[in-house]
C-alpha cells in the first residue's frame, strides 16, 4: 500500500498569506495525484488533480505541484474560506490511498 | 443536478451486520465507477472499495476484505454495500462517490450516512 505523508499537521497563517502544503509518497505515484479540500461537516472537495490540474470551479490561487514521491499544494493569497483541512490522494496503485491531513488554521 | 443519497447507516453491536444504500440521480449512474469512501470521527479518508461500471469487477481494501460486500443495480440507479463481522474500528461516516471526470478523483459525494459499532 503507498503510503501518503502530509506535512505539516498544523499550519497557522493569515488571510493574505501564501500557503504550502507538502504530500510525500512511499514510492512514486507517477503524477496521479490529486488534492481536496474538506470543511466541517462536509464531504471532501475535489481542488487538483493529475498533480497540477485544477477542478472545475476552481480558484487560480490554488496550484499543484511536484512528481514521483514529492507533491506541493500552493495556495498563493489565502481568503477566509480557504481555511480548513487539505488531504492528498494517489490513484496509481490500489488500495487508493489519502493523505493524513494538515489543518490550515487561522492565526 | 448530480446527487448522491446514502441510507442504512445506525447503531450496530460488535459482530452485527449493516446494508449501506447509495440512491444516484441527476446524471447516468450506469456509466460510472463507483466507490465507497469513510471517515472515522477526527480521522482522515479511507477508500474501502470500488466497483466496476457493469459490476463484474470489485475491488477492496484490506479492511473490508472478507466482510464487506459491495454491489450495485444499474436498473434502479443504486449502490450497495453489506457489512457483517463490524467491529468499533468501522465506526465511521460513509460516504458514496464518484469522479466525473476521472473515477478515481472524487468531484461527486453524497453527504454520507453514519455508521457507529457499540455495545
Known sequence: EIVLTQSPATLSLSPGERATFSCRASQSVNSYLAWYQQKLGQAPRLLIYDTLNRATGIPARFRGSGSGTDFTLTISSLEPEDFAVYYCQQRSDWPYTFGQGTKLEIK | ?119
Open chain 2, 1 to 119: 443536478q448530480v446527487q448522491l443519497v446514502e441510507s442504512g447507516g445506525g447503531l450496530v453491536k460488535p459482530g452485527g451486520s449493516l446494508r449501506l444504500s447509495c440512491a444516484a440521480s441527476g446524471f447516468t449512474f450506469s456509466s460510472y465507477v463507483m466507490s465507497w469512501i469513510r471517515q472515522a470521527p477526527g480521522e482522515g479518508l479511507e477508500w474501502i472499495s470500488y466497483i466496476s461500471i457493469s459490476g463484474s469487477s470489485i475491488y477492496y481494501g484490506d479492511s473490508a476484505k472478507g466482510r464487506f460486500t459491495m454491489s450495485r443495480d444499474n436498473a434502479k440507479n443504486s449502490l450497495y454495500l453489506q457489512m457483517n463481522s463490524l467491529t468499533a474500528g468501522d465506526t465511521a461516516v460513509y460516504y458514496c462517490a464518484t469522479g466525473s471526470q476521472n473515477y478515481y478523483y472524487i468531484d461527486v459525494w453524497g453527504k454520507g450516512t453514519t455508521v457507529t459499532v457499540s455495545s
